[in-house]
């Protein structure tokens, strides 16, 4: 059979995309699983500014279908592009800055990953 989705805050089309692409990448098949998608809080995703959250979605989608839970005090920020690739976001600072103000210790954004794979 074909897994539900279900999603409130978030265009089903974007979530659609997501799991696309991370089937596609990872090779992670979400076909036959459930997903369920709730963007809790005043956040709200489905105007067009939803793709800096993409990978926030697909990081915990990822978790949930591996069954490793995240870190709670790791907020993601970022764009996931069609070939899987991660993307800079507008005002990427205030959006750092927003989420170590709600007590996220860690952020993982494009520049934290292009920062570690400097390191290398």
Known sequence: GIGKRTVSGIAFSRLQLLLGILQKRLRLYF???????NVVGDIKLEKGKGSVFNLAVGVASVS???CIPIRSDTAFVGEV?????????PY??????????MGFS??????????????R
């Not at 076909?31 to 998608?37: E, N, S, T």
């Not at 592009?81 to 976001?89: I, N, S």
């Open 31 to 37: 076909g036959k699983q459930d997903v369920y998608i």
């Open 92 to 101: 990427l600072e205030k959006r750092i800055q927003e989420a170590q103000r």
């Open 64 to 66: 949930s279908f591996v």
């Open 81 to 89: 592009g069609l070939l899987g690739e991660l993307c800079a976001v």
């Open 106 to 119: 860690r952020v993982i954004s494009s520049r934290s990953i292009e920062n570690n794979n400097k390191r």
